[in-house]
């Protein structure tokens, strides 16, 4: 802290990313990345454009992107107009955040769920009022209807919990809170659930967030998108074009839309996972813990009779990273990421020692 602070960031509580190790032995299961790796389409096209056309200043519309996305939309009514880019989808919120959330009654999120929210809040003097998820970690619609709100957001799938909000009840959620913004970050959808974006036609108060960080393997490359009625997005590209007007670097804007384009890497590698996650999940529970239900590519476990942080470090021990969050509520969680079948085999093979060793 010094004296040359502004207030708004001494007063902030950053948001800690999961750790990225350098060392590269490591059976890595804590960020929620895609074992099976980008669509060799968006490596070619991300090669093709490392050259001397680097000397240009991207594209700021991202065009070529946006038409891809909305030509893979198209048949719920999307076009370009109704498309935002950003690098990353975390970017995207944060200008949804400043361009959509700045009310006077505060906006509302489960009180599980991505810890970047209250931060955003933070940086952008948002006001805020979480909402406890049910005892089942189920998310009630009926606690965000008949409330005045600047605005609601929650992920779905939810992070770092994995349940899934069915499609009928994101839709009554946005139906009856027609004056408020309602934002469903769907960065895990792609590996169980059904997308809002089929909605976004009839609900001028949607907006949907996704990434390719996830299902299309692409953390490294930093893209994530927004799909809403044009007048939400002529509001975020209002955010985007007063702080940086080049989000998406040239080959990003290839890859990602390469990337897109690729059904066929995504579905295999997407039925990959999610193979991969319930073998994991049957595994985890002849080990005796108890897993929710999960639509993402993650699971998160709990053990009756042993304590998450010690098993975390346990793991850590041999090699193998994991996610606990200290949060009260959920600080007897572990939250893994579905890896390949190797990495699921060595995680429960380990889960499987530790048990039988700590107390
Ligand atoms: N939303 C949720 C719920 C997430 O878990 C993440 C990943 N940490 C993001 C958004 C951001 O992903 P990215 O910036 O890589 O698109």
């Given at each position: 802290m010094s004296k040359f602070w502004s207030p708004i960031v001494s007063r902030l509580t950053p948001y800690t990313p999961g750790e990225q190790p350098k060392l590269s032995k490591l059976v890595k299961?804590?960020?929620?990345?895609?074992?099976?790796?980008?669509s060799p389409l968006a490596l070619a096209a991300i090669a093709a454009e490392a050259?001397?056309?680097?000397r240009l200043y991207p594209d700021p519309e991202a065009d070529m992107l946006k038409r891809a996305l909305a030509e893979q939309n198209a048949a719920h009514g999307i076009t370009s107009a109704h498309v935002f880019v950003g690098n990353g989808s975390d970017e995207v919120l944060a200008h949804a955040f400043q361009a959509?959330?700045?009310?006077e009654e505060p906006i509302l999120f489960p009180?599980?769920?991505?810890?970047f929210y209250p931060t955003y809040c933070g940086l952008y003097q948002v006001a805020h009022r979480t909402v406890p998820l049910a005892a089942d970690f189920s998310l009630r619609v009926d606690d965000y209807l008949g409330v005045a709100a600047g605005g609601i957001i929650f992920p779905n799938p939810n992070a770092p919990t994995g349940c899934l909000l069915p499609l009928a009840e994101v839709e009554r959620l946005v139906a009856g809170q027609p004056d408020c913004v309602v934002i469903v970050d769907?960065?895990?959808?792609?590996?169980g659930g059904d997308s809002a974006i089929p909605l976004v036609a009839r609900y001028p108060n949607l907006l949907v967030v996704q990434t390719l960080s996830k299902s299309r393997s692409l953390a490294g490359l930093r893209v994530g998108f927004a799909i809403g009625h044009p007048d939400l997005i002529t509001a975020l590209e209002r955010v985007k074009n007063s702080f940086?007007?080049?989000?998406?670097d040239r080959m990003a804007i290839a890859g990602a839309t390469a990337a897109i384009k690729d059904q066929a890497h995504f579905d295999k590698t997407r039925q990959a996972v999610i193979a991969s996650r319930e073998r994991m999940v049957a595994g985890l529970k002849t080990l005796g813990f108890e897993v929710l239900p999960s639509a993402a590519n993650f699971v998160f476990a709990r053990h009756p009779r042993h304590d998450a942080a010690k098993l975390a470090a346990s793991l850590r021990g041999d090699g193998i990273i994991v996610r606990h969050f200290s949060a009260a509520r959920i600080a007897q969680f572990l939250r893994i990421t579905v890896g390949t079948d190797e990495a699921c085999q060595a995680l429960l093979d380990a889960l499987q020692l530790h048990l039988k060793k700590l107390p």
């Open positions: 299961l804590n960020t929620n990345e895609n074992p099976y790796g980008p050259g001397d056309s680097l959509l959330l700045q009310h009180d599980i769920s991505y810890s769907e960065a895990y959808v792609d590996f940086n007007s080049y989000p998406l």
